[in-house]
């Protein structure tokens, strides 16, 4: 969900919801001049729902995308998880809480960075330095560059907006790619509620895949999608 850059680009305007996202990606895709027809939609945990709210607005309008993916995002309310499971998942909840304690301290390097998330806060190796990458250089140092405020007003947003009237209610192509080692952040009864989809629903599980499909499992995940774009 947080998407380091290395450029610090600019948070953007307000709203930081998933109107706001929805809105700038129907502007990307009218401005490229991409026909809804052979449009396939593809999102990524917070982005799935963001893929969700556009076939939404398109559906709307008559013009449904041919095909919407979203990769290990959960439709709805995310299974709620103790502490220590959170820890041991490094769930985004967990990771965000670790980023929101590191931004408001300065390092002295990115590797100091990388050691103080690790060490005090318990993110995994992979984790921790993958969140280092997003940092903007200061007078004694580095620190964060992360906008925590907007980070925040977005994941609320995720975690708040329930679209599974699209998958139970709806007739449009929707592909859902579960990880398989990410199964309790979808929780028994998120895995339930996909059984009762509408027939144009897909559910593929990547057994062997964590959070992140498209790095466990970049075959699995190809092979999945792949005949959307046919």
């Known amino acids: 969900m947080l998407q380091p850059s290395r450029n610090n680009s600019a948070a953007g305007s307000a709203p930081h919801n998933l109107d706001g996202c929805k809105d700038d990606v129907l502007e990307t895709l009218e401005a490229a001049g991409v026909s809804q027809a052979e449009l396939v939609l593809c999102g990524h945990s917070f982005g799935g729902k963001v893929a969700l709210a556009v076939l939404r607005a398109l559906s709307?309008?008559?013009?449904?995308?041919?095909?919407?993916?979203?990769?290990?995002?959960?439709?709805?309310?995310?299974?709620?998880?103790?502490?220590?499971?959170?820890?041991?998942?490094q769930s985004v909840n967990f990771v965000l809480g670790a980023v929101a304690s590191a931004?408001?301290?300065?390092?002295?390097?990115?590797?100091?960075?990388?050691?103080?998330?690790?060490?005090?806060?318990?993110?995994?190796?992979?984790?921790?330095?993958?969140?280092?990458?997003?940092v903007r250089q200061v007078p004694d140092g580095v620190e964060l560059s992360y906008d925590m405020e907007v980070v925040r007003k977005i994941y609320e947003a995720y975690r708040s907006t329930d679209m599974w009237d699209l998958l139970q209610e709806g007739n449009a192509?929707?592909?859902?790619?579960?990880?398989?080692?990410?199964?309790?952040?979808?929780?028994?009864?998120?895995?339930?509620?996909?059984?009762?989809?509408?027939?144009?629903?897909?559910?593929?599980?990547?057994?062997?895949?964590?959070?992140?499909?498209?790095?466990?499992?970049?075959p699995g995940l190809l092979t999945a999608i792949t005949p959307s774009f046919a």
């Open 103 to 134: 931004a408001s301290r300065r390092f002295s390097s990115r590797s100091d960075l990388v050691e103080v998330l690790q060490e005090e806060h318990g993110l995994a190796p992979p984790a921790a330095a993958w969140i280092a990458q997003s």
């Open 60 to 89: 709307a309008q008559g013009k449904p995308p041919r095909c919407t993916w979203i990769f290990d995002s959960v439709p709805g309310l995310p299974a709620e998880s103790s502490a220590e499971e959170e820890r041991r998942l």
């Open 173 to 218: 192509e929707v592909g859902i790619v579960v990880a398989g080692r990410n199964r309790q952040s979808w929780g028994p009864e998120n895995l339930q509620r996909l059984e009762n989809c509408h027939q144009g629903v897909q559910v593929v599980t990547l057994e062997n895949a964590g959070h992140n499909v498209h790095v466990d499992d970049l």
